[in-house]
């Protein structure tokens, strides 16, 4: 996968499952796009959905055909014609939610900018703009959104030295820290996207692969599709509250236009739409087994389905599996573990089940 996210998938598990399926695969948590991949590349029809407009962009360059010599020459004209813009924070980037509460993951700074020296953030602010002013293709542009994602990172005073990406789900900045210069990692990171485009074929937008930026438990689901996902779980991982660090950027920029000329649609960033244990925003283990329930309801007429569950703690395993079996009926439970599954936190475990659908 170009674009790295949170999540974690059992690769091989899903690609074993995709042998046997064969139709149009919809993930309503699609995340970095990983099911939606696979089924792709098994020759299925995908549709991804996902509440988070950060993670429909590291879906959509992990998936969709970019051209890749047109992407090279627009990022090589992005620093071509820098020019220098005198700002130092980005507006509302505060860690806290609206009710007052600080992000479950916040640590030891109080806003986004806090997270650049001045230097990085005028030149990431530069390339920002550059981005906006470059006229090519939309999918070209949002592909030059992705590497600009991609370099905030190594940017930021969150990089440590010899640690490549944000391993540790949270907001800190640690004693030691050794950011890359902005133009440098924006320049990695069009090099290596450049290549990812050019050794993979990418998916038509629209006609193999539909992408959505949508609330699982608002849309309307046709019976024939076939229900492959795998839900948040836990508190671990924030997935849309880490993912603010990156919306705060995209948000001064045309990010969101390039967005509805693609989809139609006009996004924005609905923290309170995401299905995640997080105290800070009132969603303890009971009220997210409400809305897991609302998922349920809301997919129980669709014929196939897999739902993968990744837990820690047994209780809540049999609380899940309780309720599916309330909504779905008649359910096959497979119990999974991930050996060679990366750890994302203290808490990372490496357990699954798989809930599917006995078909009648």
Same mark, same amino acid.
């Given at each position: 996968?170009?674009? #790295? !996210?949170? /999540?974690?998938?059992?690769?091989?598990?899903?690609?074993?499952?995709?042998?046997?399926?064969? +139709?149009?695969?919809?993930?309503?948590? +699609? +995340?970095? @796009?990983?099911?939606?991949? &696979?089924?792709?590349?098994?020759? %299925?029809?995908?549709?991804?959905?996902?509440?988070?407009?950060?993670?429909?962009?590291?879906?959509?360059?992990?998936?969709?055909?970019?051209?890749?010599?047109?992407?090279?020459?627009?990022?090589?004209?992005?620093?071509?014609?820098?020019?220098?813009?005198?700002?130092?924070?980005?507006?509302?980037?505060?860690?806290?939610?609206?009710?007052?509460?600080?992000?479950?993951?916040?640590?030891?700074?109080?806003?986004?900018?806090?997270?650049?020296?001045?230097? %990085?953030?005028?030149?990431?602010?530069?390339?920002?703009? +550059?981005?906006? #002013?470059?006229?090519?293709?939309?999918?070209?542009?949002?592909?030059?959104? /992705?590497?600009?994602? &991609? &370099?905030?990172?190594?940017?930021?005073?969150?990089?440590?030295?010899?640690? @490549?990406?944000? @391993?540790?789900?949270?907001?800190?900045?640690?004693?030691?820290?050794?950011?890359?210069?902005?133009?440098?990692?924006?320049?990695?990171?069009?090099?290596?996207?450049?290549?990812?485009?050019?050794? $993979?074929?990418?998916?038509?937008?629209?006609?193999?692969?539909?992408?959505?930026?949508?609330?699982?438990?608002?849309?309307?689901?046709?019976?024939?599709?076939?229900?492959?996902?795998?839900?948040?779980?836990?508190?671990?991982?924030?997935?849309? *509250?880490?993912?603010?660090?990156?919306?705060?950027?995209?948000?001064? &920029?045309?990010? #969101? *236009?390039?967005?509805?000329?693609?989809?139609?649609?006009?996004?924005?960033?609905?923290?309170?739409?995401?299905?995640?244990? $997080?105290?800070?925003?009132?969603?303890?283990?009971?009220? !997210?087994? =409400?809305?897991?329930?609302?998922?349920?309801?809301?997919?129980?007429?669709?014929?196939?389905? !897999?739902?993968?569950?990744?837990?820690?703690?047994?209780?809540?395993? =049999?609380?899940?599996?309780?309720?599916?079996?309330?909504?779905?009926?008649?359910?096959?439970?497979?119990?999974?573990?991930?050996?060679? =599954? #990366?750890?994302? /936190?203290?808490? @990372? /475990?490496?357990?699954?089940?798989?809930?599917?659908?006995?078909?009648?």
């Amino acid at each position: 996968m170009l674009m #790295r !996210y949170w /999540g974690r998938k059992p690769l091989k598990l899903i690609d074993e499952l995709m042998e046997n399926i064969n +139709g149009t695969v919809i993930d309503p948590f +699609g +995340g970095a @796009g990983t099911i939606v991949l &696979s089924a792709l590349k098994h020759g %299925n029809r995908a549709i991804y959905i996902d509440v988070n407009p950060y993670a429909w962009l590291v879906a959509f360059v992990n998936i969709v055909k970019i051209d890749a010599e047109e992407f090279r020459r627009r990022g090589d004209e992005v620093l071509e014609n820098l020019s220098e813009i005198r700002k130092r924070t980005l507006r509302n980037d505060y860690l806290y939610y609206s009710n007052g509460k600080p992000f479950w993951k916040k640590r030891n700074a109080e806003r986004v900018s806090q997270f650049f020296s001045l230097n %990085n953030f005028r030149k990431l602010y530069s390339i920002l703009k +550059g981005i906006d #002013r470059v006229e090519t293709s939309p999918e070209v542009k949002i592909a030059l959104y /992705g590497a600009f994602c &991609s &370099s905030l990172f190594k940017a930021s005073k969150m990089k440590r030295e010899n640690a @490549g990406s944000w @391993g540790v789900p949270s907001y800190w900045i640690p004693k030691k820290h050794k950011e890359v210069d902005a133009i440098e990692a924006f320049k990695s990171e069009v090099e290596r996207f450049y290549l990812y485009f050019k050794r $993979n074929k990418g998916y038509r937008l629209h006609e193999d692969v539909e992408l959505l930026i949508k609330n699982a438990t608002s849309f309307k689901y046709n019976n024939d599709f076939i229900l492959f996902t795998d839900p948040p779980f836990f508190d671990e991982v924030q997935y849309m *509250e880490l993912s603010f660090f990156y919306w705060v950027w995209l948000r001064e &920029s045309r990010f #969101r *236009e390039i967005v509805k000329v693609l989809t139609g649609q006009s996004i924005d960033f609905k923290m309170y739409n995401e299905i995640i244990v $997080n105290p800070n925003k009132g969603i303890d283990h009971n009220k !997210y087994l =409400q809305l897991l329930d609302k998922f349920l309801r809301k997919t129980k007429k669709i014929k196939r389905k !897999y739902l993968l569950f990744h837990y820690d703690k047994e209780e809540f395993k =049999q609380k899940v599996i309780t309720l599916v079996r309330e909504r779905w009926g008649k359910i096959r439970i497979e119990n999974i573990e991930i050996e060679k =599954q #990366r750890n994302i /936190g203290p808490k @990372g /475990g490496k357990k699954y089940i798989l809930i599917y659908l006995l078909l009648s």
